[in-house]
């Protein structure tokens, strides 16, 4: 008797192979070519052909599916997602999925922003190709229309529209039902620069956002160069590396999806031990090693974490005490250069610096002032001051407060636009109030953060700048010890424009007592590196 069951044919299997293909990225991405480097490396070529990704999904990969899927669906609006390099993440975020979720439906308009047109014109190349499948077509009865086909802006013939460009040229033209912004940072330098960083927030906020439809989707593909970039300045300032549901500042609910190289959470999102590393099947201990050499770049790149625990500039050490590993010196130990209220020098010349923030808004800077005083052996000491976020008449209050109180030889300002609309308040005020001092503002303009905090950093690495013990002195080094990648750096400012007095030998800057002039070099000129040199001598000498 002839059997009864069911037999498929081969058209049947390939039936149901593109229906769940249709239904599910996962499926997707297991019936069609994923286009990884192109053959041809022409940067000119309109007809990149790229070779097939042939490794398997591994766990994180389908993790990030998962959430592409609720994305699609409409159960995540807002999605960011944090992995190290190499990771594949901008292969199945922002080449496979933008196909998928077009031919899931008619007119679903995509846009794809990263940091170039360039790069955002490759990403269009090798989503482009996967609609050039045959594969496609059967899955989902549509493809590529003939009259939209170049490489970052393309449509298919069931309405739908891709469009790429560079997130600071600025995104125009139609509007999106999902938006994928893939690495909005190029690398370090960009993301060093506050310029570049207060541009790509402006474009995300007043060319991308506004793009959106009522109800579209937005994914953040990000490498965490710095904690004040783009994802840095959407999550809550209390966001500490978890993953999940975050509301954040602005007050939407954000998927966040952070996989660093090695897992450094008991609620690590893959489900891995604290120490366990990353995609084992593909990346081998060898793989990983290199990158552990340089703090910073293994904690924003590779962990997803652009603030380390340990200083990249400056040391914790250096005030705290203890021994330290330096890149080109090896282990260091260092004495603790922390002092209890009583403890400082009685007989100190005092000086102020600060740098100033305009508003007092929710996500402003803070306005910050400190208090110095200058031992006769060249030591600084911080002493007093203020870190607060508040308007310019509070913080002109404020200061007034520090010269009355501390009775300095000069305020050194920063002299920037900040302060100088505030200059007519504050002078008015100090007259009435009948307190005087050399205000002197220090233009620092011209060079990076970095660079004008060289001499601040010299001494520091002399251990020539003693701190406070409790919480302002533990907060003050903690933003020293995350520069430059910290969310805020007006601290540093703070030293480095007290520095900067000192090494440009200022007149307001009285020379320490009892001290020939000769040997001002080795408080005041050197830079870090002469520091560091230093370091090295016999203690009988150093400067």
């Given amino acids: 008797m002839p059997s009864l069951a069911f037999q498929p044919t081969a058209a049947d299997v390939r039936a149901a192979q593109c229906e769940l293909a249709r239904r599910n990225l996962a499926d997707f991405c297991g019936l069609i070519e994923i286009p990884g480097a192109p053959v041809d490396e022409d940067p000119d070529s309109d007809t990149l052909a790229f070779r097939p990704i042939e490794r398997p999904q591994a766990a994180h990969h389908q993790l990030l599916i998962d959430k592409l899927e609720a994305v699609e669906r409409g159960d995540l609006k807002r999605l960011m997602v944090f992995m190290p390099p190499g990771s594949a993440k901008s292969t199945y975020a922002s080449v496979v999925f933008p196909v998928w979720f077009m031919g899931r439906q008619k007119r679903r308009n995509v846009i794809v922003a990263t940091y170039a047109s360039d790069l955002a014109r490759k990403i269009g190349r090798r989503a482009r190709s996967i609609l050039k499948q045959p594969v496609f077509r059967e899955v989902f009865g549509t493809g590529l229309s003939p009259e939209s086909s170049a490489a970052d802006e393309w449509a298919l013939d069931n309405e739908n ?3 790429g460009g560079g997130i600071l040229s600025g995104i125009t033209g139609n509007r999106a039902d999902l938006i994928v912004i893939d690495d909005p940072i190029k690398g370090r330098q960009e993301a060093d620069s506050e310029i570049i960083r207060e541009r790509t927030k402006a474009e995300y906020q007043d060319s991308i956002l506004t793009r959106l439809k009522p109800g579209g989707r937005v994914v953040l593909i990000q490498t965490r160069w710095h904690s004040a970039d783009l994802a840095g300045s959407i999550l809550p300032p209390e966001y500490d590396g978890e993953s999940g549901p975050i509301l954040c500042r602005d007050g939407q609910v954000w998927e966040v999806l952070r996989i660093p190289a090695e897992a450094d959470r008991p609620d690590d999102p893959l489900g891995r031990k604290i120490g366990q590393m990353l995609w084992t099947e593909w990346f081998t201990a060898d793989h990983w090693a290199p990158f552990r050499a340089v703090a910073r770049t293994w904690a924003a790149l590779f962990q997803q974490s652009p603030s380390p625990g340990e200083g990249t500039y400056f040391y914790k050490a250096w005030f705290d005490g203890g021994t330290v590993d330096i890149p080109g010196l090896g282990a260091k130990t260092y004495e603790r250069r922390r002092y209890r209220p009583g403890e400082q020098p009685k007989h100190l010349r005092k000086y102020i610096t600060s740098d100033h923030a305009p508003t007092d808004g929710a996500d402003s800077d803070p306005n910050v002032a400190r208090v110095w005083g200058m031992d006769p052996d060249g030591n600084l000491w911080l002493l007093d001051g203020f870190n607060a976020v508040q ?11 520090l010269i009355k109180a501390h009775e ?4 050194f300002p920063e002299d920037d636009n900040n302060y100088k609309a505030a200059e007519p308040f504050i002078v008015q005020q100090m007259r009435a109030k009948n ?27 002399l251990q020539m700048v003693w701190i406070p013990e409790g919480p302002m002195g533990d907060a003050v080094i903690e933003e020293y010890s995350r520069f430059p990648a910290g969310a805020h750096d007006e601290e540093v400012d703070c030293g480095a424009i007290i520095g900067l007095a000192i090494s440009l030998a200022h007149p307001a800057i009285v020379p320490p007592e009892d001290k020939p002039q000769g040997e001002a ?11 560091l040199q230093t370091l090295n001598k016999p203690a009988s000498e150093r400067i």
């Fill in 408 to 411: 300095p030889f000069a305020w």
């Fill in 435 to 461: 307190v005087r001092t050399r205000i002197e503002p220090i233009s620092p303009h011209g060079a990076s953060k970095a660079t004008k905090a060289q001499s601040f950093q010299g001494m520091c690495a």
């Fill in 391 to 401: 308007k310019m008449d509070k913080t002109a209050e404020a200061i007034i407060g």
């Fill in 161 to 163: 529209e891709f469009m």
């Fill in 521 to 531: 070099r080795g408080i005041s000129q050197m830079t870090f590196n002469e520091a």
